[in-house]
DNA sequence: CCACAAATTCCAATATACAGGAATATTCAG
DNA sequence: CTGAATATTCCTGTATATTGGAATTTGTGG
């Protein structure tokens, strides 16, 4: 077997450098000494499982992501996209409750998704399951959310964050006797 | 950082021998000497990641599935996880016109986070660049931002969305006599 | 049961992972 | 610009990863 292995080196110096941490800091959090880090970061060195497990939970990162070395995807023009709040795409629910505005990108399609979400009295957005692992995150704006996961049920508060499960049926209701709304990220 | 590496070598003997695999032959195929086959499977060695990432392609399984991170049952217990308002964690800039609301749990530092930003009037968020590739997201909830990216400056009216590189220099500076609410998605 | 082949583990030598102190390079403030 | 502080790399010694041959264990057929 002669494939070789992904260099992890220069993604390691990214994330520390991304996360402001010296190679001092770093070998504090890590357990993994200076000279080390600075030889697996040149990728001088053939880190052993237990050290590359070490850093990624210094570095909180998976080890499979850390493997798979984000590609440079190279960003278009240096240009500032702006779309006005009356251009963002809408989806309203049938019965006019529930309106998802969707923030995120086109290319975000089946990745980490954002929605800004406006439930009138009454209104709920209710999903199948997504993929497993799907997690949804919530953020209320103003008003209040109840929040549904499977059998599991919660309320969230104005100003309040609810993260659950999204790879069962789940849904979102609006609790107040006004107009809610709310900032939903769906990570996949 | 004294979090135990797991056990690799129960799964990875429990693969070869699903796979009718003899050490030797194993051996043959990763290019890891006999004697190391059986030190790992019995955890008596720590192999190197080259070593493991021969292993793993040898087996053909991910590296991530040999570490247990998500082969096995998920977490069973489908718990919303509700944080009030209050206890959201926040960053106040020095001259407290800029208040940042981190949103996003604390796995997703350096993937994708997302945040919350309150700018007094005059207010600024004013940012390094982050890693090569990054993009910001930005919705207005109310108020209005001035955008920049580089050396490229854009108007985000109330309710729109902007989007930007943000591997270059970028701020975002509240335009309104009052106070700008915003939504920030980066992007790695 | 025994004999033999196959599979695994032990053993010792070599290469390298790894740590910590010293040297060098880089950064920052005046 | 200079000097000091900080950050990184070099250096050396120790521990261990890794190999291939030898010894031991296991499995199988007669």
Redesign the interface.
């Given at each position: 077997?002669?494939?070789e292995?992904?260099l992890?080196g220069p993604h390691i110096q990214?994330?520390r450098k991304?996360?402001r941490l010296t190679l001092e800091q770093l070998a504090s959090?890590?357990?993994v000494s200076r000279s080390m880090l600075s030889q697996i970061e040149r990728s001088q060195a053939?880190?052993?499982?237990?050290t590359?497990?070490?850093l990624t939970?210094?570095?909180?990162?998976?080890?499979?992501?850390l493997?798979g070395g984000?590609a440079?995807?190279?960003?278009a023009a240096?240009?500032?996209?702006?779309?006005?709040?009356?251009?963002?795409p809408e989806i309203r629910s049938e019965d006019g409750l529930c309106t998802l505005r969707i923030?995120?990108?086109a290319q975000?399609v089946g990745?980490?998704e954002?929605y800004?979400i406006l439930l009138e009295p009454n209104g709920a957005l209710v999903s199948a399951p997504h993929a497993?692992?799907a997690m949804e995150?919530v953020?209320?704006?103003e008003g209040e959310l109840e929040?549904v996961?499977?059998?599991?049920?919660?309320?969230?508060?104005?100003?309040?964050?609810?993260?659950?499960?999204a790879d069962?049926p789940h849904a979102l209701r609006n609790l107040s006797p006004g107009r809610t709304r709310a900032?939903l990220?769906v990570?996949n």
């Open positions: 077997m002669t494939d292995a992904p992890l990214q994330l991304r996360r959090l890590s357990g053939n880190p052993t499982f237990a590359l497990w070490n939970k210094a570095l909180s990162v998976d080890i499979s992501e493997v984000r440079n995807t190279p960003p240096p240009a500032i996209d702006v779309v006005g709040g009356h251009f963002v923030l995120s990108p975000s990745r980490t954002w800004e497993a692992g995150h953020t209320v704006i929040v996961s499977g059998a599991t049920v919660a309320r969230a508060p104005a100003h309040g964050v609810a993260r659950y499960p069962v900032f990220v990570a």
